[in-house]
T-cell receptor, first 113, second 115 residues
Framework: RKEVEQDPGPFNVPEGATVAFNCTYSNSASQSFFWYRQDCRKEPKLLMSVYSSGNEDGRFTAQLNRASQYISLLIRDSKLSDSATYLCVVKLGSGGSNYKLTFGKGTLLTVNP | EAGVTQFPSHSVIEKGQTVTLRCDPISGHDNLYWYRRVMGKEIKFLLHFVKESKQDESGMPNNRFLAERTGGTYSTLKVQPAELEDSGVYFC?????????????FGQGTRLTVV
């Protein structure tokens, strides 16, 4: 089983649509969770952290269910500029203060006019 | 403030040659990471430096890969000799502190093609 699994996509949605991405992780000891965004041929950039209580940033809402080891990202009222690959990322400590990021394969979103 | 910079942005080399990738982290960031994305696969961890020390190199694929961070500033990743399966995008990331919620900033990557 992969450490981090995401919807394979791609997702093609019209402007204004609501789209949801799902992600599961295999290691129950994982400690922090993030959604990164990666534009074509660019570097990954942090979109938002994900907290157990759920968190919202404008049109973006992230949820974490530790019991199910499941993370989600909801984008409301999607814009053309939301077109990108969305990466589910999990941070796990491997001893002491050493942490590393584990990435999902990413889900490509295309928002169409 | 300058972000994480990587050089070169692209490199095309022949199988058996040597290539050295360079990463300059954000000034003051003690933590430096190398990641790689092979086509069609997810971004995978290679190794982690804290200052000049290798903290975790569990992701290094084999002994053809050598990473250094002399003086705890910039880092190099050398591939010698390069093989076809080494092709991919190599990302460097840095962070100031090491902690659960600390954000890692990525460079734009070096696209390596081995022919």
């Amino acid at each position: 089983r992969k450490e981090v699994e995401q919807d394979p996509g791609p997702f093609n949605v019209p402007e204004g649509a609501t789209v949801a991405f799902n992600c599961t992780y295999s290691n129950s000891a994982s400690q922090s969770f993030f959604w990164y965004r990666q534009d074509c041929r660019k570097e990954p950039k942090l979109l938002m952290s994900v907290y157990s209580s759920g968190n919202e940033d404008g049109r973006f809402t992230a949820q974490l269910n530790r019991a199910s080891q499941y993370i989600s990202l909801l984008i409301r009222d999607s814009k053309l500029s939301d077109s990108a690959t969305y990466l589910c990322v999990v941070k796990l400590g491997s001893g002491g203060s050493n942490y590393k990021l584990t990435f999902g394969k990413g889900t490509l979103l295309t928002v169409n006019p | 403030e300058a972000g994480v910079t990587q050089f070169p942005s692209h490199s095309v080399i022949e199988k058996g040659q040597t290539v050295t990738l360079r990463c300059d982290p954000i000034s003051g960031h003690d933590n430096l990471y190398w990641y790689r994305r092979v086509m069609g696969k997810e971004i995978k961890f290679l190794l982690h430096f804290v200052k000049e020390s290798k903290q975790d190199e569990s992701g290094m694929p084999n002994n053809r890969f050598l990473a250094e961070r002399t003086g705890g500033t910039y880092s190099t990743l050398k591939v010698q000799p390069a093989e076809l399966e080494d092709s991919g995008v190599y990302f460097c990331a840095s962070s100031q502190e090491q902690g659960r919620a600390t954000e890692a900033f990525f460079g734009q990557g070096t696209r390596l093609t081995v022919v």
